[in-house]
């Protein structure tokens, strides 16, 4: 996995502290160093602790499982740079900011296409196999997307 160093950064204030970030045991990460972080953030143990949110009028409830699986996706999307997710979940479809960390409604579909994301985030046990990594991106997307059924979801 490549971190891009622009996006580790940013999550640096201007002072060299770490902001709203932790480590994945909850430790805060203000005063680590940068080693330190940037081996957390390859290991995908460094977490913003910050949820996912459901927009106000989407149809959706997630499990404590499922919302604790999607926060961690989410990080991992932001640090890949991945700016909207489709969020898979049973045979539904949402889109995710993945900067607001929102899920704003339904992924629009034209004619049973779904487009405008940059990655794939599936909260689907079947999905994962040989360990949870719900995250999908770059090849893995196209791979998963060729087994996919109608209107592109995983069946």
Do not use: C, E, W
């Not at 959706?60 to 969020?87: E, K, N, P």
């Amino acid at each position: 996995m490549t971190i891009d160093p622009v996006q580790l950064l940013r999550a640096l204030g201007s002072t060299g502290q770490a902001k709203g970030l932790q480590s994945s045991a909850g430790a805060s990460i203000a005063g680590q160093n940068f080693d330190t972080l940037l081996q957390q953030a390859q290991a995908g143990t460094l977490s913003s602790g910050q949820s996912v949110k459901i927009a106000p009028g989407v149809q959706l409830s997630l499990t404590d499982d499922q919302q604790s699986q999607l926060t961690a996706a989410a990080d991992q999307a932001q640090l890949t740079g991945a700016q909207r997710a489709l969020v898979l979940v049973g045979d539904k479809a949402y889109a995710l900011d993945v900067a607001t960390r929102t899920i704003t409604g339904p992924a629009p579909q034209d004619r049973g296409l779904i487009s405008g994301f940059d990655t794939a985030i599936s909260l689907n046990p079947a999905d994962h196999s040989g360990g949870f990594n719900p995250l999908a991106g770059g090849a893995r997307l196209l791979s998963q997307l060729a087994g996919a059924g109608p209107l592109g979801l995983l069946l």
